[in-house]
């Protein structure tokens, strides 16, 4: 099953080639990587559509929101265009540390046809990782969000709740309400419900390891991260394999421990959990990073044990 990364608005940055070298490295196969360039020949009725009636643009953010809405379109266009019933769609800023080769047949046996995303927190999915099952799914998917990209922001919100009508407020909303995804396992918990042998990053186990772009290398967790009130409650502990290349969640409420496919760092500092990338230096990032943590996140649980590997 190919790996596809869109990525729209801007030329491709440094850590997306860190993704791909990664993504690479994991599976032995180039991902398809459609930019802003290759984007252009994939239109379609529904991202034409998408354009006449989206009220993201207005967002801010040199029209982030938009693009990482309108990807969805493109990757449905390009599915289409490149005859490719099925795909692994990631973003450009995570590391794949597995192959899909070793989870796809779990994938359709447990996703189908269908689409599978990754819960944030109980109102947002990131598609960090993201299943496609079919193009049809897919299709359907886009055709529902139509409709929600086409209110106002403030309309939005009123009608649907939550902070902010982006991307991943939608998808949830996809998801949950509409029955037109499924969950991929972002935790111990929904891994060992679904029988899956390994876990996929939303995004909380990246920040956690890295920060976020306005602080990098300051841990972050969130309580309204189901991941983060896991981490924050000392539950969950995160280490590396005995061969240090696969980053493992350990659970001290039931002795569950389960590898981590992708780590979605959002900080954009890839190349220091890379395989082949970074400065060989200091051993434990998270030690100095607790002691920046935002005090209002209180402190880093003292069984975290994740440190950087030492090439």
């Known amino acids: 099953m190919r790996v596809v990364l869109v990525h729209l608005g801007s030329p491709l940055p440094k ?51 938009r693009y990482a809405c309108e990807r969805f379109f493109v990757l449905e266009a390009a599915m289409r265009a490149m005859n490719l019933e099925r795909c692994i769609h990631i973003e450009c800023d995570v590391l794949m540390y597995a192959s899909p080769a070793s989870y796809v ?24 990782l993201m299943y496609v099952g079919s193009q049809a799914a897919l299709a359907a998917f886009n055709t529902a969000l139509l409709d929600l990209v086409a209110l106002p922001p403030a309309e939005f919100v009123a009608v649907h709740g939550g902070e902010m009508a982006h991307e991943m407020r939608m998808m949830n909303l996809l998801r949950a309400k509409s029955g037109l995804a499924a969950s991929l396992p972002t935790t111990v ?20 390891v890295d920060g976020v772009p306005a602080e990098p290398g300051v841990a972050y967790a969130g309580e309204h991260h189901r991941v983060g009130r896991e981490l924050l409650s000392g539950n969950y502990r995160l280490r590396w394999d005995a061969q240090q290349r696969i980053p493992l969640v350990a659970s001290s409420g039931d002795g569950s421990e389960y590898p981590l496919a992708t780590l979605h760092i959002h ?3 890839l190349e220091r959990w890379a395989w082949d990338e970074g400065p060989r230096q200091h051993a434990n990032p998270l030690s100095r990073a607790r002691s920046r943590m935002r005090p209002r996140l209180g402190a880093i649980p003292s069984a975290v044990d994740f440190a950087r590997r030492d090439y």
Not at 18 to 32: K, L, N, Y
Not at 37 to 46: D, I, L
Not at 50 to 59: A, D, H, I, K, T
């Open 105 to 128: 047949e779990w994938l359709i046996d447990t996703y189908g046809t269908g689409l599978a995303t990754c819960p944030l927190t109980n109102l947002e999915d990131t598609a960090a």
């Open 189 to 208: 918990a929904s891994a060992h419900e679904l029988g899956s042998a390994y876990i996929f990053d939303p995004a909380s186990y990246g920040q956690y």
């Open 267 to 269: 900080s954009k500092r």
């Open 15 to 65: 850590h997306a080639r860190i993704c791909i070298r990664q993504a690479i490295a994991a599976s032995g196969e180039r991902p398809v990587v459609v930019g802003p360039t290759a984007a252009r020949k994939f239109r379609s009725e529904g991202r034409a559509r998408f354009r006449q009636v989206e009220s993201l643009s207005g967002m801010g953010l040199k029209r982030f929101w």
